[in-house]
T-cell receptor, first 114, second 114 residues
Framework: ETGVTQTPRHLVMGMTNKKSLKCEQH?????MYWYKQSAKKPLELMFV???????ENNSVPSRFSPECPNSSHLFLHLHTLQPEDSALYLC?????????????FGPGTRLTVL | AQSVSQHNHHVILSEAASLELGCNYS??????LFWYVQYPGQHLQLLLK??????LVKGIKGFEAEFIKSKFSFNLRKPSVQWSDTAEYFC????????????FGSGTKLNVKP
């Protein structure tokens, strides 16, 4: 248990559905991250939040919409996704966004888009 | 753009064999370096990290890594692997002056045969 939880663990959705992924960290960290992990590809950083403020959007399509209501919770709202968006979505947190801080990862949500 | 290369995508070893996994990065400035491990069915977790000082870093479970600045490398080593080391290993780089960016390699799957 890393102190970072993600729900749901698995999600199957159609291209016209709207769903949300949830991440919660119990570590008192100030920074939270969304990553996309696809087979045989490097982890792709999607969004970074520091003290609830978005500090990075790594050219992610608008069909992915993040929300960070407080430093402990992070959401990823999904709508009109494409089959190529199927992947493992990982949430991570760190004490801050300073370069030396390691990131603590959640178990991920396995997303399948039909 | 910064990138991280892991040359071995899949490594198969017998127990007690020695391990070395390669990691090269492309960035000309000061870097922080990490190795993460993902055991089957588990979340990503930190194995070891390098920020500064002694370029030979020791991590958990007998792993170590050596930072060679002139070669832009941070190879992971273990003198004698165990079946329980079967996992996927990810190298990551972060630049201290680019707080929002973590760059991961595509991972190396290690299978240790008992």
């Amino acid at each position: 248990e890393t102190g970072v939880t993600q729900t749901p663990r698995h999600l199957v959705m159609g291209m016209t559905n709207k769903k949300s992924l949830k991440c919660e960290q119990h570590l008192g960290h100030n920074a939270m991250y969304w990553y996309k992990q696809s087979a045989k590809k490097p982890l792709e950083l999607m969004f970074v939040y520091n003290f609830k403020e978005q500090t990075e959007n790594n050219s992610v399509p608008s069909r992915f919409s993040p929300e960070c209501p407080n430093s402990s919770h992070l959401f990823l709202h999904l709508h009109t996704l494409q089959p190529e968006d199927s992947a493992l979505y990982l949430c991570a947190s760190s004490p801050g966004v300073a370069g030396g801080h390691e990131q603590f990862f959640g178990p991920g949500t396995r997303l399948t888009v039909l | 753009a910064q990138s991280v290369s892991q040359h071995n995508h899949h490594v198969i070893l017998s127990e007690a064999a020695s391990l070395e996994l390669g990691c090269n990065y492309s960035y000309g400035g000061t870097v922080n370096l990490f190795w993460y491990v993902q055991y089957p069915g588990q979340h990503l977790q930190l194995l070891l990290k390098y920020f500064s000082g002694d370029p030979l870093v020791k991590g958990i479970k007998g792993f170590e890594a050596e930072f060679i600045k002139s070669k832009f490398s941070f190879n992971l080593r273990k003198p004698s692997v165990q079946w329980s080391d079967t996992a996927e290993y990810f190298c990551a780089v972060n630049a201290p002056n680019n707080f929002n960016k973590f760059y991961f390699g595509s991972g190396t799957k290690l299978n240790v045969k008992p």
